[in-house]
């Protein structure tokens, strides 16, 4: 199964709504950037990093796909993926100017499409290929419920239907006014609307400090919350350590972090509960599955990131004992072969072929971006 053609690609796919915001984003299309390996007996296969649709940064992964990564792919052979992991991962060259950022998104790419291309050649979903199923069922949580740019009323609406009308047990609120009292009132509000069994996660997006988390914490205990993700600056282990020994809410974060040694220094400083590791910003899947281990080893959950929009993570998380739960964001589905599903709060398990990454031909066309 020899690399034939290293094709980089940028797709721009809207948002089911009008535009949203966090704490710290406001998008109104979804990124996705990454390839398309061919084979030269025919077979493709597509892997993609998310983005907020920034078509100038876009460019430059999708640039690095091409001049950087094809000339160490053509004549490979698929298959062989361990040794191709290493050589894409350890090229001098990269390694020199990467191990984030650009670089790092741009091998999430690659690495997804090269095992989505093992899985559609082996017949089989990718969770099979990685020998799951370890579960029967996989629970979905809810973030498209709770964006801070929703009115009070419009959050507690769509989360208690969310809860009431579509069968989540979980729903996840963004946090991170200017005034946290805002943030409290609103959470105080769905917890009253949602009542006390489903879970009620929170999300900073990385804007607050540690004091103000600290007195945020104190005042949030009471409203139940199932992990607050994200509170601080994302690169800061010591702050994220000591909120965790002050707070009895969990943390969680994961989903800007490049590396296993990143999760280790938060691992190895207690400063993470819920381990929310990206595949599509890891070194793809072979990185995700390290990450997922270290947090299996320390006996604590995964819930990953869905910066694929749950198209490959429903994946692994049907493959990895750690993986508890799943984020379900439902913008940029439908533009994929095979859509992930959710009934009743729970993803259906993939059962087509690959990775679950291949765009409909539609949507190849449709949403293309120039690369320059
Ligand atoms: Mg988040």
Not at 25 to 36: E, F, L
Not at 98 to 106: E, H, K, P, S, V
Not at 234 to 243: E, R
């Amino acid at each position: 199964m020899k690399i034939r053609a290293v094709e980089p690609l940028i797709l721009h796919m809207p948002l089911t709504r009008d535009a949203i915001a966090d704490s710290t984003h406001r998008i109104t299309h979804w990124g996705v950037v990454g390839v398309r390996l061919t084979t030269t007996d025919g077979r493709e296969g597509f892997g993609f990093t998310g983005t907020h649709a920034d078509l100038a940064s876009d460019r430059l992964i999708a640039a690095c796909i091409g001049a950087c990564y094809a000339p160490l792919l053509v004549g490979e052979d698929a298959h062989e993926g361990a040794r191709l992991a290493r050589k894409l991962a350890r090229a001098p060259a990269l390694q020199w100017v990467g191990r984030a950022g650009i670089t790092q998104l741009a091998l999430a790419a690659v690495d997804v499409a090269l095992w989505d291309l093992r899985a559609k050649a082996a017949g089989v979903p990718l969770w099979a290929l990685l020998g799951g199923p370890v579960r029967e069922r996989l629970p979905a949580y809810d973030t498209d419920v709770g964006w801070l740019s929703f009115s009070a009323d419009e959050l507690v609406a769509r989360c208690r239907h969310a809860v009431e009308a579509d069968g989540f047990r979980g729903v996840k609120v963004k946090v991170g006014h200017d005034d946290p009292a805002v943030d409290l009132a609103r959470l105080e509000a769905v917890r009253r609307a949602i009542g006390p069994a489903p879970t009620l996660a929170i999300d900073g997006n990385g804007r607050w400090d540690l004091p103000t988390c600290k007195r945020f914490c104190a005042r949030a205990e009471a409203f139940d919350v199932f992990w607050f993700e994200e509170p601080m600056w994302y690169d800061d282990v010591a702050s994220h350590a000591a909120l965790a020994r002050a707070t009895a809410i969990p943390i969680a974060l994961g989903e800007q972090l490049y590396t296993i040694d990143a999760f280790q220094s938060f691992l190895d400083a207690g400063a993470v509960h819920w381990v929310q590791p990206d595949v599509t910003r890891l070194a793809g899947v072979t990185e995700f599955l390290q990450v997922a281990d270290a947090a299996h080893a320390r006996r604590l959950p995964v819930a990953p990131h869905a910066g694929d929009m749950s198209q490959v993570h429903v994946h692994l998380a049907y493959a990895h004992p750690a993986a508890a739960l799943l984020e379900y964001i439902p913008w940029i589905r439908a533009h994929f072969v095979e859509p992930i599903r959710v009934e009743r709060g729970e993803f259906l398990r993939p059962q087509q072929p690959g990775a679950g990454m291949t765009p409909t031909p539609d949507a190849l066309v449709r949403f293309a971006r120039p690369l320059g």
